[in-house]
């Protein structure tokens, strides 16, 4: 073997122990966070076993991971400092998934926001591939007086998928949160929780083809004859613009194809 070799093999025994090390620091500051996590849990109240279902272990271990865990008030302390050294904070519970809506102040904070949403398309793929009911999302946002439940399917899934991979391209193309535009937060709430389950506006042409093919496939259980003149259909329409929390388009109840 010659220099060279020699001083090529040095380099890359140094790069893989600091491989090894770098792991096994990140690994022991992720065991700090885990044990931190079960244990404010437990302190807070959470069963043993939904925490045993969410950290995918059994109960037993949980309780034992809970008992042998450093007191709650030195695992803060340690958490306090991995976040001084970059570790990422972990969510607070008692927060809401709607406040990502009231936007963010750095393009760190937004790349949070669409790791959440990866994780919830995943949660949902597993439901839809499995024997239950398919999942259910809610199109205004958590605090409205009112809801609007859709289920969800694999084409909402993709389209999410989608609305998050242009969201990510631009986080990469922009320096600062005031070069955003497509992933920036929209004023509207509703809009932007639509935007987030990249649900469009509803047009009402989409409307009216929708409302007659339910109409003639029996989708909508009237007991008397199912109206399918435009003056009902655009009422109809209304309606649902109102339930999703949609603007409307007559405000004053004026409908373009009632006769004068």
Excluded at 50 to 66: C, T
Aim: one cysteine or more; proline letters at 6%; hydrophobic letters at 40%.
């Amino acid at each position: 073997m010659d220099r060279d070799e020699l001083r090529a093999k040095v380099r890359r025994e140094r790069r893989l122990r600091r491989r090894v090390r770098r792991a096994a620091w990140r690994l022991r500051q992720a065991e700090i966070e885990h044990e931190w996590a079960i244990a404010s849990a437990r302190a807070e109240g959470l069963p043993v076993r939904a925490v045993a279902a969410e950290a995918g272990r059994s109960p037993s271990r949980i309780q034992q991971i809970a008992t042998a865990a450093a007191p709650l008030p030195e695992l803060e302390a340690a958490l306090a400092q991995l976040r001084q050294a970059g570790w990422p904070a972990p969510e607070d519970p008692a927060g809401s998934d709607d406040e990502e809506l009231d936007g963010r102040d750095s393009i760190a904070e937004r790349l949070v926001d669409e790791v959440r949403w990866v994780l919830e398309c995943a949660e949902w793929v597993d439901q839809l591939a499995g024997d239950g009911f398919p999942p259910v999302v809610n199109l205004r946002p958590a605090d409205d007086e009112d809801a609007y439940h859709v289920g969800v399917d694999l084409a909402r899934v993709a389209a999410v998928l989608r609305r998050i991979a242009y969201d990510i391209d631009e986080l990469a193309r922009a320096r600062t949160v005031a070069d955003l535009d497509q992933a920036a937060i929209i004023g509207d709430r509703r809009a932007e929780q639509r935007r987030r389950l990249a649900e469009p506006g509803l047009s009402y042409a989409a409307f009216n083809r929708r409302y007659r093919e339910r109409a003639r496939s029996g989708a909508l259980r009237h007991r008397a004859p199912i109206p399918l003149t435009e003056a009902d259909i655009w009422r109809a329409y209304q309606t649902e613009l109102r339930e999703r929390g949609e603007p409307h388009h007559d405000p004053w109840g004026i409908n373009p194809f009632e006769r004068r």
